[in-house]
């Protein structure tokens, strides 16, 4: 049996509900995003230099970064909601073990119960015989 046969199925799987996910929520395919403002999150970010900058690019330069930025932005909450229900999805799925293995511990409990008075009849007769005289004591 291969060892690496459920693991290789998962990835597929999850591709799978993420593809069909993209599709329901008509998503593009996967983009890695270069975004040229990188300086925005830094610690030495200088607004007015960013603003003297951003009035000296060409309007058309600017709509497109723009429409990239909010084409970003979509991408990433259309993301967001491909995680939110994949958790969802793992967490209903959790809730699903959960209750089988009650229903199989409560199944169990009558043929544990019924061990109970078994076992201590084990003990009792376990300890009667450490208790009773052997053979070797009665030859004595």
Do not use: C, W
Not at 100 to 108: F, L, V, W, Y
Request: proline content about 5%.
């Amino acid at each position: 049996m291969n060892a690496y046969k459920g693991t290789s199925e998962k990835p597929s799987k999850n591709n799978q509900i993420k593809r069909t996910l993209r599709e329901f929520y008509k998503l593009d395919t996967p983009i890695e995003f270069e975004t040229r403002l990188p300086e925005l999150d830094t610690d030495n970010f200088n607004l007015e230099e960013y603003i003297k900058e951003t009035e000296r690019n060409d309007p058309d330069k600017l709509l497109k970064l723009e429409n990239t930025l909010i084409k970003e932005i979509r991408n990433l909450e259309s993301e967001k909601k491909v995680l939110i229900y994949d958790n969802y999805r793992k967490l209903l799925s959790i809730a699903d073990i959960i209750q089988k293995m009650k229903n199989g511990a409560e199944s169990a409990k009558p043929i544990i119960d019924m061990l109970g008075p078994t076992l201590e009849h084990i003990g009792a007769l376990s300890e009667s015989l450490n208790h009773s005289p052997t053979e070797e004591d009665t030859k004595n």
